[in-house]
């Protein structure tokens, strides 16, 4: 490695970072982290903290899970890449793709097409839907709904149906048909709504509104993640999305679960749509899939729309869709043995047990602090603060000042991240009791800094 004064000297003269300005890299220089061990990162000066990001909400195992680590070296030995396009194919996708079939047996998805991260998933979901229509004779479905503060990833597709601005305003005009739906947020709504029953009923209500405006009939399909989770960590009412697979199923509409963040257990289930019950048409994954240490991901298919499908016989179904590490067999191989630990781990079972404590320890520091506008959270391993100027007429918190609560809690010992005017906490979901405290006791020496 070179010396620490190369890295920071250099590390913005060169690249530019996801998610920020140029100009702010080369004047507040990122943290250069070097290495890690299990729930721990450690940056270039040694300081040694808790990562309350988990990498990017994907590192679910930590980061020291020698299986995966194994399965990808002795991959690379045995076959390093091979592509999946018509014709070939390769053994660990084949069994990855069964192994899959189980686990997401629950949710009625029975067949992977293979990408290479998240938003690549979300594309393919958005291409397959339009394509599922027209199949089944139905050209005119092409519309997509999506949800308020809803994050779908960077390409066009994506960008075009997410619903943060920030993700939109500099990239417009973006594709054509796509349609915004109120989210089931609580603490900010067009409705002035603090009820999250009443609010979910009000949000399907706007759903099936917007529906009869543009005419079920020209409407491909509606995609939403079962908890929000770039958008601030906004959960529904437990009525919320049961409603919108019933209003998609009277409609004809395709439901898109965008589970880039939450399958594989972050919400303490398996899968966010298992954990409201509901089975949707096409799951987009990624992320936990394999830990983090490839980039992979997989679009899960329901059964009922595979056999549309396979059972065409016009050629319509043939998909001209797919991407060069489409099944990678590196990424197949990681994704066997992450999938393996997932289980045996039960991590699902340990999210909801420290998301719990996490959860009640932010609650107890929005008492403490005024800075604290929202607490949520309480589903799993993925909580947020809204920090605000002021609690009673909600006015954000200005930039520098939540600058300062980030940068005084990793010198007390966690990496937390900041989007918005929220402090983001996904950490791994092997988080033990202690680590929570750690991240807990940290955040209040942020907070008590301002």
């Not at 096409?282 to 899939?289: D, E, G, R, V």
């Amino acid at each position: 490695m070179k010396s620490s004064n190369f890295l920071k000297e250099n590390n913005a003269r060169s690249l530019w970072h996801p998610m920020a300005h140029p100009a702010d890299s080369q004047k507040n220089p990122p943290t250069i982290v070097t290495g890690a061990s299990g729930v721990r990162i450690t940056d270039v000066d040694g300081h040694d903290v808790v990562d309350g990001v988990g990498g990017l909400w994907n590192v679910n195992l930590g980061f020291s899970c020698d299986p995966i680590k194994k399965a990808i070296a002795d991959q690379l030995e045995r076959l390093p890449y091979y592509s999946i396009f018509r014709g070939t194919t390769n053994d660990c996708v084949i069994e990855l793709s069964e192994e899959l079939r189980t686990f997401f047996e629950p949710d009625g998805l029975t067949r992977a097409f293979y990408t290479s991260g998240g938003s690549d998933s979300v594309e393919t979901a958005l291409r397959l839907a339009r394509q599922y229509h027209k199949i089944k004779g139905e050209p005119g479905r092409t519309k997509y709904l999506s949800l308020k503060k809803g994050y779908h990833g960077t390409h066009f597709g994506g960008a075009s149906v997410n619903g943060n601005a920030n993700f939109r305003t500099a990239y417009e005009p973006l594709m054509a048909g796509c349609f915004h739906i109120p989210a089931p947020y609580t603490y900010r709504n067009p409705f002035n709504e603090t009820d999250p029953e009443r609010l979910a009923q009000l949000c399907l209500q706007a759903m099936e509104d917007e529906i009869a405006f543009q005419g079920a009939g020209t409407i491909a399909a509606m995609i939403m993640e079962p908890i929000l989770g770039a958008g601030g960590v906004i959960p529904p009412h437990p009525s919320f999305m049961p409603g919108v697979r019933d209003i998609c199923t009277r409609h004809g509409i395709l439901l898109i679960a965008d589970e880039v963040i939450t399958a594989f257990g972050r919400s303490g289930s398996w899968t966010g749509s298992r954990h409201w019950g509901v089975q949707p048409d096409l799951m987009s994954t990624a992320k936990a899939i394999t830990n983090g240490y490839f980039p992979f991901g997989a679009l899960m298919i329901a059964e009922h729309v595979a056999q549309v499908f396979e059972k065409d016989e016009t050629g319509k179904a043939a998909i001209g869709h797919g991407y060069t590490y489409s099944g990678h067999p590196v990424g197949a191989a990681a994704a066997l043995a992450c999938l393996e630990e997932t289980k045996r781990l039960k991590v699902n079972e340990n999210a909801a047990a420290r998301g719990a404590e996490l959860f009640g320890g932010l609650q107890a520091l929005a008492e403490k602090y005024d800075v604290i506008g929202d607490v949520r959270g309480g589903h799993g391993l993925m909580c947020a603060l809204e920090l605000v100027s002021d609690r009673t007429t909600k006015s954000s918190i200005d930039k520098p000042r939540i600058s300062k609560v980030q940068e005084v809690t990793y010198e007390a010992g966690a990496m937390v991240r900041v989007s918005g005017p929220n402090i983001i906490l996904s950490p791994p979901l092997v988080l033990t009791s202690d680590d929570v405290q750690v991240i807990l006791t940290a955040l209040d020496k942020g907070f008590a800094s301002l």
